[in-house]
């Protein structure tokens, strides 16, 4: 991608209302553009990392041999009159028609899923099923701040599963927190799986992952030396300070978080709603236990952002940069400082590497690593009149820069 044809640039100044880092630098470094309070534009470069994060989460629910659909975000009231949803759930957007029909706007989808796998499930070998998508996510939050880390739209991945008993549920959750870990670890994030109560929607146990970030809005207690990590509102037995209840080998600390994923057992509430029903193995109905299984990808890209950022801008990890290579020809004067880096990048192209190429010719040099800078791509490549027929390469979380031949620039990429 040219850079001096990409929708969208840098902006000199970060927007005044900016709480959070991840507002201020994905609005600056031309990202997203906010529309109102919790609503955003994905431009360019920011909608190719949120399907960079949506990718990674996709190659890990098919390793649990989850099914991917697509439903609707736009539900007839009835689906929700049918669960209680309708007039219980006070994040629910609520729509009507010109001929006075109401709808919901989805802000979770157990309403249209467990119909959708009634169809499918009619005795307990259509068992276990799950299925997931990735859709926009609506709900009438009060408060919407902190960026793309609490908005009104948001894209979530939420994943249903069905389970003739509850063994057979536990063992698809154990199966889950993996693939979860997975994702969290290639995103680069240390996520800590903390159980907790099960909310508006059951009584039943349900897990949080929650990332430790000053920008996070769950007040937690975790234990540095293993993976131990509660809600403060959940625990009435635990204090900052006691000892770690799990490895012993630590003292507990607080610290604020962000939920970027999590887990209900929904056990049989929307099954029962929906007369989802099997037979068991001696004849008599039973209603298949249910998971659901959240992630939020556009909070989790504010949240990545929260963790990797210096005071020059984004550090994204390498597994969901927007580019790999940020390629900037200095003294653009120079008419072999353009040939040079034209080969370069239709070389770097071809090898397969994404690469952004700031080719301008109006711009200084400050400006253009400035803005590399502030893009946050993991590898920076400079020609000028300088390097001669060797690049000028950079790692973005690094001080210090390397000579290299585009060879070698092609092995590090592929690193
Ligand atoms: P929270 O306690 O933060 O409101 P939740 O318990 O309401 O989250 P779920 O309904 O389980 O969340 O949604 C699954 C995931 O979707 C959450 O773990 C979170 O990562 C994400 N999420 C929830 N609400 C929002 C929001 N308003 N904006 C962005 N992401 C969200
Ligand atoms: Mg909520």
């Known amino acids: 991608m040219k850079y001096s044809k990409m929708f969208v640039k840098t902006l000199k100044t970060a927007p005044s209302a900016a ?12 990202f997203v553009r906010q529309v109102m309070a919790g609503v955003y534009s994905y431009l360019p470069l920011g909608l ?27 539900h007839p009231s009835a689906l929700w009159k049918q669960t209680g949803g309708w007039d219980k759930i006070d994040v629910l957007f609520k729509v009507k028609s010109r001929t006075d029909r109401e709808y919901a706007l989805a802000q979770s989808n157990e309403e249209t899923v467990t119909p959708l ?47 003739a008993t509850q063994e057979d549920f536990d063992k698809f959750y154990a199966k889950a927190k993996v693939a979860y870990m997975n994702v969290y ?11 907790a109560s099960g909310g508006a929607f059951t009584e039943k ?9 000053d920008a996070g809005e769950a007040p937690v207690l975790y234990c540095d030396k293993c993976d131990y990590c509660v809600n403060v509102d959940d625990i009435k037995t635990y204090k900052l300070g006691d000892e770690c209840p799990i490895c012993h080998k630590d003292n507990l600390k607080s610290a604020m978080a962000s939920e ?13 709603a929906f007369e989802l029903s099997i037979n068991d193995s001696e004849g008599n109905k039973i209603f298949p236990i249910m998971g659901c299984y959240g992630i939020g990808i556009s909070r989790t890209m504010g949240v990545i952002v929260e963790k990797f950022n210096d005071e020059r801008g984004i550090v994204w ?40 190429y700031d080719e301008r010719t109006d711009v200084g040099a400050g400006q253009k690593l400035g803005e590399a800078d502030m893009i946050g791509c993991p590898i920076r490549a400079v020609v000028s009149t300088k390097t001669g027929d060797q690049i000028e390469v950079k790692m973005r979380s690094e001080k210090e820069a390397k000579m290299m031949s585009l060879e070698e620039l092609i092995n590090t990429c592929k690193v």
């Open 19 to 30: 709480d959070t880092a991840n507002h201020r630098l994905l609005v600056q470094a031309g």
């Open 48 to 74: 190719r990392v949120l399907n960079k994060i949506s990718n990674i989460v996709r190659e890990e629910m098919d390793t649990i041999e989850a099914q991917e659909v697509l439903m609707p975000i736009l």
């Open 117 to 163: 796998a009634k169809e499918w499930i009619h005795s307990a070998k259509d068992l276990p099923l799950a299925i997931y998508h990735i859709n926009w996510k609506f709900r009438d939050e009060l408060r919407s701040k902190s960026g793309i880390m609490r908005g009104r739209e948001f894209l979530m991945k939420d994943m249903y599963s069905f389970h």
């Open 185 to 195: 670890k290639r995103l680069g994030l240390v996520a800590k799986a903390t159980e």
């Open 317 to 356: 990890p390498a597994s969901i940069a927007p580019f790999t290579v940020h390629l900037c020809s200095l003294n653009t004067n120079d008419e072999t400082v353009i040939k040079k880096t034209d080969a370069i990048y239709e070389s770097l192209t071809k090898a397969g590497i994404e690469v952004l």
């Open 205 to 213: 146990v349900s897990y949080e992952f929650e990332v430790l970030t």
């Open 260 to 272: 970027v994923g999590n887990v209900f057992d929904l056990g049989t509430k929307y099954s029962k």
